[in-house]
């Protein structure tokens, strides 16, 4: 089954602090994997992809086919870090499955 | 400005009553999709279409409806029939060109049922 899973529904951490959003997937293909962030009033965007192998605001995924995961890293928390954060398969055919998302709170 | 723009951001109904959300795309994407979104449920597919005049149903199609008569126009139509309405509906668009798998999403309704 073509899955995504999250483990953790809210992640709380301090400023400075690094952050780790969690992310496994479950697919037989060449998995394609994004994430997606959520900041307060805004629309739902892209952050990053593993293809293009960059990092964006500080985070970086790497995607690891032996444990599955594509988990999403930061070394350092900063305020506005704070969102929803959608961890995502995209599996070709028009179809992408989402995970049930991680919120991230960082605090002062 | 390119983008994803729906309509109403907020919408009260009552039950007994349908309603349609609006979505309007000017990126050019012929794929477009609505999900919905609950806490702690993630994002969950509700119809898709990846061309003009053809549609599918996605996760969650009972008691909505769609058309895609223009490439740029997706709207939504949540009938009496759906059980639980009330929630949050994004509308969104795919690049298949180019970095390809990306979704554009718009800003949201939030439908109420009262």
């Known amino acids: 089954a073509q899955r995504v899973t999250q483990p953790e529904k809210l992640l709380s951490v301090f400023k400075g602090a690094p952050v780790e959003l969690k992310c496994n997937y479950s697919y037989s293909g060449s998995p394609e994997l994004f994430w997606y962030v959520q900041y307060s009033r805004q629309r739902l965007q892209l952050l990053l992809r593993?293809?293009s192998r960059e990092s964006i605001k500080g985070f970086t995924a790497d995607l690891n086919k032996g444990e599955t995961s594509f988990h999403l890293k930061k070394p350092f928390a900063q305020e506005e870090d704070s969102a929803m954060y959608y961890c995502?398969?995209?599996?070709?055919?028009?179809?992408?499955?989402f995970g049930a998302g991680t919120r991230l709170f960082v605090k002062a | 400005d390119g983008g994803i723009t729906q309509s109403p951001k907020y919408l009260f109904r009552k039950e007994g009553q349908n309603v349609t959300l609006s979505c309007e795309q000017n990126l050019n994407h012929d794929a477009m999709y609505w999900y919905r979104q609950d806490p702690g449920q993630g994002l969950r597919l509700i119809y898709y279409?990846?061309?003009?005049?053809?549609?599918q149903k996605g996760d969650i199609a009972e008691g909505y409806s769609v058309s895609r008569e223009k490439k740029e126009s997706f709207p939504l139509t949540v009938t009496s029939a759906q059980k639980n309405p009330t929630a949050f509906y994004l509308c969104?668009?795919?690049?298949?060109?180019?970095?390809?798998?990306?979704?554009?999403f718009g800003e949201g309704s939030r439908l109420t049922v009262l």
């Open positions: 969104a668009s795919l690049r298949t060109s180019g970095s390809a798998g990306e979704l554009f």
């Open positions: 995502a398969l995209y599996t070709g055919g028009f179809k992408t499955i």
């Open positions: 593993h293809i």
């Open positions: 279409s990846q061309i003009v005049n053809d549609f």
